[in-house]
């Protein structure tokens, strides 16, 4: 245990499933994987590229299947890689702004694999104006996807959660979660909303054997971050007050991820995760 704590981080990518395996336990004698999600379904939203794609690529290497949910078929290198590792994967395009296509995703993936044990609510917009001068479309549109659809997929998925007796969602929150950023009010509001929602459902539903957390990225190399990338200025500011003195990767996801979704997590609830390299520290 403690060598795979001290590996480096190409060594432990390179070990990893060596680390896997010694990370276990024993239950009624049975030796258990605690991260393993073999035989778990898990459904993404956003699950096709950026973030999304890293986390369903992570639940998929520790055993799941997936079910990936896009608004436009940008799947096929995501779903390839899953299929390679010997998983199924499944892809629904649906406007998760539209809140009947919120019950047919459901209702799909509930036919394709029979159950949903793992929700991560991913799908998210930013708009940048000034709050002077936030146009109420601009406003109304990051609330729904990222609010409204998280908050109804929940609802839709934790129904089934309940009756099964156990389920896993995860939320995709932000730094925003815990500050109020610049020129972002909509964005900053629907994730500080979806943090407390969190908590909301964590207080109702873990007593049900759901557990309802959040993970909170930091500076991120995604689309959403390119334009903040590209100014030299502003991602000087960023790095130098990140302590891993870098921006993120898809990758840095997967372990924290995987975590909330296994077994390994089954006593947290209503908890927002930083993965942010240090930055709320500073």
């Known amino acids: 245990m403690a060598e795979c704590r001290r590996m480096s981080y190409n060594d432990r990518e390179k070990s ?37 794609g890293g986390i369903s690529l992570g639940l ?58 793992i929700l991560v609510n991913n799908s998210g917009i930013i708009r940048r104006t000034p709050a002077a001068e936030h146009g109420a479309q601009d406003w109304h549109d990051v609330l729904n996807l990222n609010l409204n659809s998280a908050f109804f ?3 839709l998925v934790g129904r089934e959660m309940i009756k099964q007796g156990s389920g896993k969602i995860i939320n995709i929150a932000s730094l925003l ?7 972002v009010p909509g964005y900053t509001a629907s994730k500080h909303a979806i943090a407390g929602v969190t908590k909301a459902l964590a207080n109702e539903w873990a007593s049900k054997g759901v557990q309802v957390n959040a993970i909170a990225p930091g500076y991120m190399s995604t ?17 130098v007050r990140i302590p891993a003195a870098r921006w993120g990767t898809t990758e840095d996801l997967q372990g924290p991820v995987i975590f909330l979704a296994s077994a390994a997590s ?17």
């Open 223 to 239: 689309d959403n971050t390119a334009a903040l990338r590209a100014d030299e200025e502003r991602s000087s500011q960023i790095l």
């Open 177 to 183: 979660s815990f500050q109020g950023g610049i020129n």
């Open 153 to 155: 997929l929940c609802q």
């Open 16 to 52: 990893s499933q060596t680390c896997a395996n010694r990370l276990k336990t024993f239950k009624w004698g049975v030796e258990m994987n605690l991260f393993d999600l073999t035989g778990k379904v898990a459904l993404v939203t956003g699950g096709a590229v950026g973030l999304g």
């Open 266 to 282: 089954d006593y947290m609830n209503g908890h927002v995760l930083a993965v942010d390299g240090g930055w709320m520290a500073r």
């Open 60 to 117: 998929a290497k520790a055993g799941a299947d997936i079910v990936i949910v896009t608004s436009n078929d940008r799947s096929r290198e995501v779903q390839q890689e899953i299929e390679a590792m010997g998983r199924k994967v499944h892809t629904i395009v649906a406007n998760l702004m539209d809140e009947q296509a919120l019950k047919g995703v459901v209702e799909e993936a509930l036919s394709v694999f029979g159950k949903i044990d």
